[in-house]
């Protein structure tokens, strides 16, 4: 998949004029940009799109140094480097900026979303602009929210086709209290964790299971240390493309304009990859020996029953004006 996502990205760069573009000494400026993801995964795919766009629209005014795969530290070091200024733009998942912006847990709540198309309706709206705003209040300039996906557990223990299947196991969550809320309502030992360190504690028995989209389960190779998966979605998730404002506020307008063009772009470019990633990711998963344990209409009616009190919670953290206006865009 990598290969054919790799030659559909070349085609779109092609198209364009970026694909023979070469950069001229002596660039004015270096936008150093950090991502955790596998250099695999769509979004860093689509990050060199963003960086062949800008480096050919400037004319060479402007080079784009990336550093995807965890070079440059975990998820939440980078949500810190893009904050501080160490670093231009991240693009990372909305939960490591859950601590920093609260108000992005309102996106989190379980089974919000009926499917992707529903969820990129609404984070597209009025709603993805309050949470930009939100995000700019402390220091962050949002630029477009790609896709991460919904979210699957997977886990070494047994096969989980019901709600007694899911009391006990230990599962890394990532650091989000709606995420953690939703797992203890529904009976397991959720426990938070950067996502370098995961890959190990499954090996060594610290964790049972995990959750994440299956392409980040294929691509960080969890299916060596894990048997099972069910495909619960109980999460969409988004990835957040993220610079510091000041940074980005001091381009020359017509800069700014031409690395935020490329984001959309780029943006646009990652969900048509990703939509069609997914199904390959589960099919390799099944490939590489991984059970898959479809969840029935009933186990997920009582998912849905368990969690519903987590909206509650996320209501007196956040304020139910701001939930209420989510779920009625979401309605």
Same mark, same amino acid.
């Given at each position: ?24 000494a002596g660039a004015a400026e270096t936008l150093r940009i950090v991502g955790n993801f596998p250099t695999t995964h769509t979004s860093s795919i689509v990050m060199e799109q963003f960086k062949a766009e ?70 597209d709206g009025p709603v993805g602009q309050l949470m930009s705003e939100k995000l700019a209040a402390k220091g962050f300039a949002a630029l477009g929210y790609m896709e991460l996906g919904p979210r699957h ?27 953690? +809320? *939703? ?14 360190? =995961?890959? @190990?504690? #499954?090996? /060594? ?100 029953? +368990? *969690? ?14 701001? =939930?209420? @206006?989510? #779920?009625? /865009?979401?309605?």
């Amino acid at each position: 998949m990598l290969k054919s996502c790799r030659s559909l990205l070349a085609g779109a760069l092609l198209a364009t004029g970026l694909g023979a573009a070469s950069l001229p000494a002596g660039a004015a400026e270096t936008l150093r940009i950090v991502g955790n993801f596998p250099t695999t995964h769509t979004s860093s795919i689509v990050m060199e799109q963003f960086k062949a766009e800008v480096e050919q629209a400037s004319g060479g005014e402007l080079k784009v140094a990336l550093f995807p795969a965890m070079q440059l530290g975990g998820a939440q070091e980078n949500v810190d480097q893009v904050r501080a200024g160490a670093v231009f733009l991240t693009w990372i998942s909305t939960a490591y900026l859950s601590r920093t912006v609260p108000e992005l847990s309102a996106l989190s709540l379980p089974f919000l979303f009926a499917d992707r198309s529903h969820a990129f309706r609404v984070i597209d709206g009025p709603v993805g602009q309050l949470m930009s705003e939100k995000l700019a209040a402390k220091g962050f300039a949002a630029l477009g929210y790609m896709e991460l996906g919904p979210r699957h557990l997977t886990n070494n223990v047994r096969p989980v086709k019901s709600l007694a299947d899911l009391k006990g196991p230990k599962i890394r969550l990532q650091p989000d209290e709606t995420h953690l +809320a *939703t797992f203890r309502a529904l009976g397991a030992n959720p426990t938070t964790m950067d996502i370098k360190e =995961v890959y @190990s504690a #499954l090996q /060594q028995g610290v964790l049972d299971g995990q959750e994440n989209p299956f392409a980040v389960t294929r691509d960080r190779n969890f299916n060596q240390v894990q048997k099972y998966v069910s495909d619960t979605a109980h999460f969409f998730d988004f990835i957040a493309v993220i610079a510091n404002k000041k940074k980005l506020d001091a381009l020359k307008p017509e800069l700014r304009r031409i690395v935020t063009d490329a984001i959309g772009n780029a943006v646009a470019t990652q969900r048509r990859l990703a939509e069609a990633e997914d199904a390959k990711a589960l099919a390799d998963l099944q490939g590489r020996g991984v059970q898959l344990d479809a969840v029935s209409p009933a186990f997920r009616s009582e998912m849905r029953q +368990a *969690t519903a009190p987590v909206m509650e919670q996320v209501k007196a953290k956040v304020g139910a004006e701001l =939930v209420n @206006s989510v #779920l009625s /865009q979401v309605n």
